[in-house]
């Protein structure tokens, strides 16, 4: 304890002579969104798609927990699912960063109008706060009052009896942060401030080492955000707030470069180092953003499989062993990949390395496109690597998972990394349809990529002409000799220096740049050495379109019936029901009570519910294989139980789980009876 004490006071007292402008240089700049539009392709699809999703929300049902937490009067319920079970309000979060995203992506005027709904809604709960406080963690004035005076109970996914609280308020800090970068808002801005000054106070008399042990508990890109903050308002406060919350037991490997990431949640992790590198540019601090790459490149290239996602039920595999990611039904994560993004996108603006576009593109066409029902909407979970299995996905009125919220985000945000610029230098680095506004000249690609090997790009100077460098990508999948660059129709020779060809000029109105880019057949090993491939062409991973044999459990996310029998069961303690529904629904059942309880059970069960479920799971299956698992997932059934109750529950499970794997997720949900299959 006395290191990590000496290691926190020195970071401290580091920033504290550290000027805002001590900055990480860029070497490549990437276009806000605003500037770019898709032109028509699958990306613009999704797109599209998006924005019916995003407009079929009723704001209201988001904004209610907010409302009740301000002790203002609901215009509707919350909706259900994680949005009244613990979790709510997270998704308003996310919600607001997909409007701004979205706005600022398109311009449509149906999507400003919500988001400005949203953010007088927003201020309105804030107003009535008074000090600068807004979020939907139920009960939450008791829980922040209680840290605040150094009354700290954290776990992996639980602080002070609530569901991840500090993780659900960083996503109205995104939120805010989003709406003021991306459309400009005053109004958010003020918002994003005031919640900030609000934290500096929460905090204020906690030392280095409870904030330590309080980020325990998952609290996503916090560090981040607060950053953001400081570089927004040039305050240099609130970098050190951001320092504060930086968590010292994954750093700490990272600058020593060490990989400590078996066994642990990953998107647990991936937004605190986010948060390291967002430090370490505005700071100049070599050694975070050196850690920073160092965990993009331990996750990237030994936990990661082909198609760019990550984990296994969550979890960050062992790197020597696929073996789990290829049989498991809870394969890469879309939120670990959303952040994945996020940080590459970092890495690559300080370092123009192309390797990290290649994974980038990768990722989003292999598994960011991919987690969007192209026909009727919606977002993936989990993404499985098993052979023949499907994925399930949200609907707008009942689905609320995080990478519900992620999902949202995703499609919104295309545009962000096609083109880059520095100086006098414009960058193409992925083969995306669209147009892009570059000061006085306009740039179009035309392309089918990837069913067409190559793209054009129509370039539109203003004023008829100017002279600029433009510079392709050349990917990791093509060969360097086969490629074929003209200006006009006429063959250009070029040579490919940094993962890039370059072509300086005074381009005129029109003029038409075509880059060739042959694709070929290659095959990728598993990082494990293990005999397993994965067929690519370009940048595309193949897939047989397989039958729907040995796939019975997938017609009970479409029935509501066995989901009302399930509901109807559990609320009349029927348990011997509930372990057919059980059987019947195999590893997938965690589905089944996880959508039963929304439906009209979810707040009512009682403790007597509770035991009497666990007993009979215990008298059917033994002791042996029921192990408590929170959050809901992987063969649960969950207990909701009045908070009075609660330590007795604890008390009562923990006789066969064990403590340690016991966390509460608000004052009404302790935790879930796992079932190992």
């Keep these: 304890m006395n290191l990590l004490k000496t290691i926190l006071s020195t970071s401290v007292f580091a920033i504290a002579s550290v000027a805002l402008h001590a900055q990480l240089p860029a070497k490549v700049e990437s276009f806000p969104v605003r500037d770019v539009r898709l032109t028509a392709s699958p990306f613009k699809h999704a797109e599209d798609m998006d924005i019916r999703y995003l407009l079929g929300i009723d704001p209201d049902r988001l904004l209610a927990p907010y409302l009740k937490e301000a002790g203002l009067s609901p215009k509707a319920e919350n909706y259900t699912n994680w949005e009244n079970t613990g979790l709510d309000g997270h998704i308003g979060g996310h919600y607001l960063s997909?409007?701004?995203?979205?706005?600022?992506?398109?311009?449509?005027?149906?999507?400003?109008?919500?988001?400005?709904?949203?953010?007088?809604?927003?201020?309105?709960?804030?107003?009535?706060?008074?000090?600068?406080?807004?979020?939907?963690?139920?009960?939450?004035?008791?829980?922040?009052?209680?840290?605040?005076?150094?009354?700290i109970r954290a776990s992996g996914f639980g602080l002070n009896d609530r569901w991840v609280p500090l993780y659900n308020i960083h996503k109205i800090y995104a939120g805010l942060r989003d709406a003021t970068l991306q459309t400009d808002s005053r109004e958010a801005k003020e918002m994003l401030v005031k919640?900030?000054?609000?934290?500096?106070?929460?905090?204020?008399?906690?030392?280095?080492?409870?904030?330590?042990?309080?980020?325990?508990?998952?609290?996503?890109?916090?560090?981040?955000?607060?950053?953001?903050?400081?570089?927004?308002?040039?305050?240099?406060?609130?970098?050190?707030?951001?320092?504060?919350?930086?968590?010292?037991?994954?750093?700490?490997p990272l600058l020593r470069q060490e990989d400590k990431l078996t066994g642990m949640h990953a998107n647990t992790q991936i937004p605190k180092v986010i948060g390291f590198k967002r430090i370490a540019d505005l700071?100049?601090?070599?050694?975070?953003?050196?850690?920073?790459?160092?965990?993009?490149?331990?996750?990237?290239?030994?936990?990661?499989?082909?198609?760019?996602?990550?984990?296994?039920?969550?979890?960050?595999?062992?790197?020597?062993?696929?073996?789990?990611?290829?049989t498991s039904e809870q394969g890469p994560e879309t939120c670990n990949t959303y952040n994945m993004l996020r940080?590459?996108?970092?890495?690559?603006?300080?370092?123009?390395?192309?390797?990290?576009?290649?994974?980038?593109?990768?990722?989003?066409?292999?598994?960011?496109?991919?987690?969007?029902?192209?026909?009727?909407?919606?977002?993936?979970?989990f993404t499985p690597m098993r052979a023949g299995h499907y994925r399930v996905y949200s609907q707008p009125q009942t689905s609320f998972w995080c990478c519900v919220g992620s999902g949202m985000e995703n499609h919104a945000r295309y545009g962000e990394m096609i083109y880059g610029h520095k100086d006098n230098n414009l960058y193409v680095n992925l083969f995306?349809?669209?147009?892009?506004?570059?000061?006085?000249?306009?740039?179009?690609?035309?392309?089918?990529f990837p069913d067409e090997e190559g793209s054009t790009l129509v370039i539109s100077p203003e004023k008829g002409k100017k002279e600029f460098t433009l510079l392709f990508?050349?990917?990791?999948?093509?060969?360097?000799?086969?490629?074929?660059?003209?200006?006009?129709?006429?063959?250009?020779?070029?040579?490919?220096k940094e993962g890039y060809v370059s072509l300086n000029r005074t381009w005129s109105k029109g003029d038409k740049v075509r880059l060739e880019l042959p694709m070929h057949l290659r095959a990728i090993a598993l990082p494990d050495g293990s005999a397993n491939y994965s067929i690519l062409y370009g940048p595309i991973v193949l897939a047989a379109r397989l039958g729907k044999q040995n796939q019975d459990g997938i017609h009970f996310f479409k029935e509501n019936e066995r989901v009302e029998r399930a509901a109807k069961a559990v609320e009349e303690k029927d348990g011997e029901t509930v372990l057919k529904l059980l059987s019947e629904s195999g590893k997938s059942s965690w589905e089944l009570l996880q959508n039963c309880y929304p439906i009209k059970?979810?707040?009512?069960?009682?403790?007597?519910?509770?035991?009497?479920?666990?007993?009979?799971?215990?008298?059917?299956?033994?002791?042996?294989?029921?192990?408590?698992?929170?959050?809901?997932?992987?063969?649960?059934?969950?207990?909701?139980?009045?908070?009075?109750?609660?330590?007795?529950?604890?008390?009562?499970?923990?006789?066969?789980?064990?403590?340690?794997?016991?966390?509460?997720?608000?004052?009404?949900?302790?935790?879930?009876?796992?079932?190992?299959?």
């Design 195 to 252: 919640l900030t000054d609000w934290m500096i106070r929460l905090v204020s008399k906690l030392s280095d080492e409870q904030i330590q042990d309080m980020l325990r508990s998952e609290h996503g890109g916090l560090n981040e955000t607060f950053a953001d903050v400081a570089a927004i308002t040039g305050d240099k406060r609130y970098l050190k707030l951001a320092h504060q919350f930086s968590h010292h037991t994954v750093l700490q």
């Design 432 to 448: 995306i349809p669209s147009t892009l506004r570059w000061g006085d000249t306009q740039i179009e690609q035309q392309t089918a």
């Design 343 to 381: 940080l590459t996108k970092m890495l690559y603006e300080t370092s123009a390395d192309v390797h990290f576009m290649d994974y980038y593109e990768r990722a989003l066409y292999n598994h960011i496109l991919s987690t969007q029902d192209p026909v009727q909407g919606g977002f993936v979970y």
């Design 601 to 677: 059970a979810y707040t009512e069960q009682k403790i007597s519910v509770a035991l009497a479920l666990t007993d009979l799971f215990l008298e059917k299956l033994g002791k042996g294989i029921c192990r408590i698992h929170g959050g809901g997932f992987a063969g649960v059934i969950m207990c909701v139980v009045p908070e009075e109750e609660t330590e007795n529950y604890v008390s009562y499970i923990s006789e066969f789980a064990g403590k340690e794997n016991v966390y509460p997720m608000n004052i009404r949900a302790v935790g879930a009876v796992h079932i190992e299959k």
């Design 98 to 151: 997909a409007l701004s995203y979205m706005y600022a992506a398109t311009g449509n005027k149906e999507i400003k109008a919500r988001l400005d709904y949203m953010i007088s809604e927003l201020k309105r709960c804030q107003d009535a706060a008074g000090d600068g406080y807004l979020c939907g963690v139920p009960n939450g004035r008791k829980m922040w009052k209680e840290i605040e005076e150094g009354n």
């Design 283 to 326: 700071e100049g601090n070599r050694d975070w953003s050196e850690a920073a790459r160092y965990f993009w490149e331990t996750v990237v290239n030994h936990c990661s499989i082909t198609i760019g996602g990550n984990s296994v039920r969550e979890h960050f595999h062992p790197a020597d062993d696929f073996s789990s990611m290829l």
């Design 473 to 496: 990508r050349i990917p990791e999948w093509t060969k360097p000799e086969a490629l074929r660059l003209s200006v006009n129709g006429k063959r250009q020779n070029v040579t490919v």
